[in-house]
Each structure stands twice: as structure tokens, then as C-alpha cells.
């Protein structure tokens, strides 16, 4: 017993040692290009967060990814007064929703570190958005270069963006939002950024994407969002929805009612065709565009079990049989039937479907990995 108090007592006082040793102690200071940890907490070139000193002090190293053109800044840092930002469109018509869409999901952004707290001085933020063109539809070629020039003058801070398209724009307000950065000091947070900054930035490559599969585990729509957000932060631009497999087929089709009942995982796991819809214009909004897959002729097989009963013998073959390791690749087994006229009329109506729903893609998957011949072989057709 008198050891174990002992032993609580000596963690009681490594934690109170912890607590102390924290106090004004994260402080950081600029040299030679780096921030580091500063002990000295009155040493008046020290900054109060790493993140503030990396804005003034790295060559923007808070930008994601790093800028591919032209990069100048001040080092100095000119505080914003979040209640007073003002957005200016001065595009072609037609671009209002996008950006009003866009303009509330960067004050979101912001507003998530509230409520501010700040004693010094403070100046609005204007931001100027100069797309030249309105076509609202991303593909392969669109041209997502833009610039972003701030400015402090008259005491206003300035934010200029320009650039091709809408998505060049909505690139440049990602830009413009990881340069604002929030911090603490003592009992103050505010937000700042650079006195001026100047950014020519556009992609390398034309296609950066991330896949999500959501036949083996179901996504709901909102974590679907979530990493659409996590996309558009990086400037990520295609999601390759890989949407159903040999476990499930989770997509509402409505000339096929068959397909979620015999292949979504239950009733709650369909991506309704207003889901669907709607995935894809908050894709939009986020600069990414929704290339969807229906996998076949292999990795198909729940979601396919109901020609027989319905007269149209089978759409599928070795679906969910065993030993899988000589009829699939990996289970649960599964794949079309290709020596089945019917399920020709089948895809006719599924690749319908896709082309009526999913109409501002300019690319369909259609799968085609790891056909398994024996598993064909296995059966008499
Ligand atoms: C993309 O747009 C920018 C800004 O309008 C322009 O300067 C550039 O030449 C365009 N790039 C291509 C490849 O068209
Ligand atoms: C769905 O499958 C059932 C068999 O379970 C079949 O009787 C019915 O005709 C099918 N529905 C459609 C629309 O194909």
C-alpha cells in the first residue's frame, strides 16, 4: 500500500512539474529561415504560435501544396478583424452561387476558431474575385492557375484573386485561407497575415485524385463531404468513387429496384438518386469532380442474385461461393455472366442510369480488374 501511494504522489508531482514547465513556455522565434522553440518568453522577437511564426518566417510553408509560380512577401504581420471581411465578385454573370457557396464555407472555416478575442489593432479584409470565364463544369482541361495579390494600404487589408476559371478562384481562396492564421496570446486570439503577398500558382498535374471505395464499407454522404473537404484543402480535384463490389452494391438504380435489395448491406445503406445529386454538385463547389465505377465483370456479385427468380437466369456466377480461393482472387466471390443475353438488357438500364445521373462526367468506369477465369469455368454456361 505504501508504495503505491508513493508512486501516485511522485506521478502527482511529474504532472504539476508538466503543467508549470508549459506556462508562457511555447514561444517561437525566427533564425535563419526556421522557427524554434524560444525558453526566454520576453524576448521580444518571439512569436506566439509556431504557426504565425512559420507565416513570417518560412517561405510559405503554410501553403498546401507549395505554390508552383511566383512567390514574393513581407515579413510583417497586419492583424484582421474577423467580423469585417468583405467579398467583392467581380466575374461574368452566373458565378454567384458557386462563390456565395464558397465564401460561406470559408467563414465557416474561420468562425471555427471563435469567438476572437483581440486587443490590437485590426483592419478589414477585403477580398476581390476576378474569374474571366462562368463554365461551371470541371474536367480534365480546365485551367486552375490563379494569382493572389494581398495588399495593406490606407489601413484595408486587400485580397486579390484572379485567375481562368471559378475552381482557379476557389484554389486561391484555399490559398488565401491557410495564410490567415489564428493564434493565442495570453488572453487574446486573433488573426493575422502577411502585409503583402504575391502567388502565382497551377497545378502540375492535370488529374489528382483519391479513391473511395464504398462497396466493401458503406460511407454515409456526409463522410463523403468530409473528404471531399479534405480534397479541396489540398487542391485534390478527382474523386474516383469506386461505388460498389463483390460485398455490396449500394446504388440506387431505378429502373433496377433489385439491385439495393439484394446489395445494399440494409435499407440505410443506399446512395439514394438525390443523394447522388447531391454529391456531386457539393463535389463541384469543392473544385473536384465525381468519376464514378461500377466494377465489373469481376468484383460483381452481391446486388446481382435475383435474375433466376426473375426469370432471366443468372446475371451473376459464383457469387459468394466457396472455397473462393479457386473460383475469385479474393473473397466473397462473384462476376458477370457474359454467356447471359439478358444481362446485357441488365447493363443496358444500370449504364443508362449512370449516364442520366451522373451527367457532368466525362469519364465512366466500368472496373475490369481480376477476372477470374476458373470461376467462369466452373460453371456449365
Ligand atoms: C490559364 O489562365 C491564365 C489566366 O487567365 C492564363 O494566363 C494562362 O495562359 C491559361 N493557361 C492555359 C494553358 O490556357
Ligand atoms: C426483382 O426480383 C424479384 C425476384 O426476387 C422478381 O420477381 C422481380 O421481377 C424483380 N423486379 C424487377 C423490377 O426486375
Redesign the pocket.
Known sequence: MACEASLQNNAAILILLALFSHVNSWYFKCENGFCIRNSDPNDKSNYPSLELCSLVCSNFLNVWPQPTGKMASLKNIVRINPNKIEVKLNGPPGTEDFFSDNILYFSKKLKKDEPYKCHEIMYPLKIVLTP?SNNPQLDLNT?E?YALELTYEGNAITASIS??SIFGIRHGLETLFQLIIPYEDGNQKCIATLSYVLINDKPVYKHRGLLLDTGRNFLTVSTIKKHLDAMAASKLNVLHWHITDSQSFPLEVERLPNMTKYGAYNEKHIYSVSDVKDLLKYANRRGVRILPEIDGPSHAGNGWQWGKAAGLGDLAVCVNRQPWRSLCIQPPCGQLNPANQNLYCVLEDLYKHMKDHFPDTEMFHMGGDEVFIPCWNSTPE
Open positions: 474571366k485551367n492557375s485567375g481562368y
